[in-house]
């Protein structure tokens, strides 16, 4: 189970995360090879943070963890599918079940379509 | 509806193919700019392709389009999720029905979990 780490040109792979049960998307983060095998091996999502540069176990702030259920991987080897049972019913930073918390309308406007599950200011406490 | 194209140094920003009736994962790609404002306004998923160096309306080729039924966009904008009505009800250029048809088992190795729709060689004829 070898990816393509060299497509993207920063040793970065997409992942996206599919809530098992009812199949909602509830985030895409990149991986590297080193947070991939770490996903494969602990069965806990871990990511690479382009922000904070260094491996990112999701969940490892707020509690909300995603156990890996399935690792699918694309035709081309370069995006990996993790079916998860999302801890805690929120996936999102800011709150929401999903990152993809908001929907365009038919005025390509943005309309918030999540559930609101927790208050960030609560669970990311200074 | 402005995404960011900055984070990956490329111009690019990852979008997903979901399945609007099913929820299955169809595939993944990219776009930049111009892929995403044509997927807009022509509710075709328009991806850009890489590997090719122009923008890509999905199935042009094997007739298989993408209706875009929803739009939606992640937290930090810089992620697309379309959910979509698959033409000929195949996503993938190797004639599965989602790029994402392997599934690895409790060794690790990849198998077959995705539905063959048709055989590449009758549908890309040179």
Request: hydrophobic share 35%; aromatic share 10%; with cysteine.
């Amino acid at each position: 189970m070898e990816l393509n780490y060299d497509k993207l040109g920063n040793g970065l792979v997409p992942a996206i995360a599919q809530d098992y049960k009812t199949g909602e998307i509830l985030m895409l983060a990149f991986m590297n090879k080193e947070a991939f095998e770490k996903t494969v091996e602990t069965k806990k999502a871990t990511y690479y943070s382009r922000s904070r540069n260094k491996l990112w176990v999701k969940g490892e702030s707020s509690g909300n963890i995603q156990e890996v259920k399935d690792i699918l991987i694309d035709c081309d080897n370069d995006a990996v599918l993790l079916k998860i049972n999302q801890i805690g019913d929120a996936a999102c930073h800011t709150g929401f079940n999903t990152c993809f918390y908001r929907t365009a309308n038919s005025s390509n406007e943005l309309e918030i379509t999540g559930r609101k599950i927790f208050n960030p200011e609560d669970v990311y406490k200074k």
